[in-house]
T-cell receptor, first 112, second 114 residues
Framework: DTGVSQDPRHKITKRGQNVTFRCDPI?????LYWYRQTLGQGPEFLTY????????KSRLLSDRFSAERPKGSFSTLEIQRTEQGDSAMYLC??????????FGPGTRLTVL | TQLLEQSPQFLSIQEGENLTVYCNSS?????LQWYRQEPGEGPVLLVT?????EVKKLKRLTFQFGDARKDSSLHITAAQPGDTGLYLC??????????????FGKGTKLSVKP
């Protein structure tokens, strides 16, 4: 399978805990994007990487959110001290040379 | 305010009917993409339109990009229950070209009943 994968698919955590999500993009795509989607809304852009460089992070929702792509391959998104308002679907996408973005299945986060 | 407005927000029709979903903006986009999303899954890319006035067909789905590249429509002919899902339009703004992040509408939730 050469699509975008995300792990875990579902995460339930208690308020105040830290969580980390992983995204494996399509191997030949050097751009990787993170989005968040809440109920009834379209995905909202958070951050993106070109290879290992994080070129935009001002849209991350707070300083509790951080992302890495250490070797320019997979990426992780971490949320520290989770709050109930962080409950959402977190989506990762990788971009082809034709400027088309292909999404993974998402990680559904529930903060109790 | 939403940069991309989709209408209608909800649509429930019978199998065999035709429908059109609209995606409108006051901003110009360098490209626009349509996705379909099922509950609990990520969006799946249907089509990308780039040129003003462009029309693309995907079986029973017809996509059109407005001449001014500010709006788009999706027309489905003879809808089937398998077309049920959330249809999202997403655009890339010209000045955001170096980032290329997508700006999404809220989506149109389509239900096709047998």
């Amino acid at each position: 399978d050469t699509g975008v994968s995300q792990d875990p698919r579902h995460k339930i955590t208690k308020r105040g805990q830290n969580v980390t999500f992983r995204c494996d993009p399509i191997s030949e795509h050097n751009r990787l994007y993170w989005y968040r989607q809440t109920l009834g809304q379209g995905p909202e852009f958070l951050t993106y990487f070109q290879n290992e460089a994080q070129l935009e992070k001002s849209r991350l929702l707070s300083d509790r959110f951080s992302a890495e792509r250490p070797k320019g391959s997979f990426s992780t998104l971490e949320i520290q001290r989770t709050e109930q308002g962080d409950s959402a679907m977190y989506l990762c996408a990788s971009r082809s040379g034709y400027n088309e973005q292909f999404f993974g299945p998402g990680t559904r986060l529930t903060v109790l | 305010t939403q940069l991309l407005e989709q209408s209608p927000q909800f649509l429930s029709i019978q199998e065999g009917e035709n429908l059109t979903v609209y995606c409108n903006s006051s901003s110009v986009f360098s490209s626009l993409q349509w996705y379909r999303q099922e509950p609990g899954e990520g969006p799946v890319l249907l089509v990308t339109v780039v040129t003003g006035g462009e029309v693309k067909k995907l079986k029973r789905l017809t996509f059109q990009f407005g001449d001014a590249r500010k709006d788009s429509s999706l027309h489905i002919t003879a809808a089937q229950p398998g077309d049920t899902g959330l249809y999202l339009c997403a655009g890339v703004q010209p000045y955001g070209g170096s980032q290329g992040n997508l700006i999404f509408g809220k989506g149109t939730k389509l239900s096709v009943k047998p």
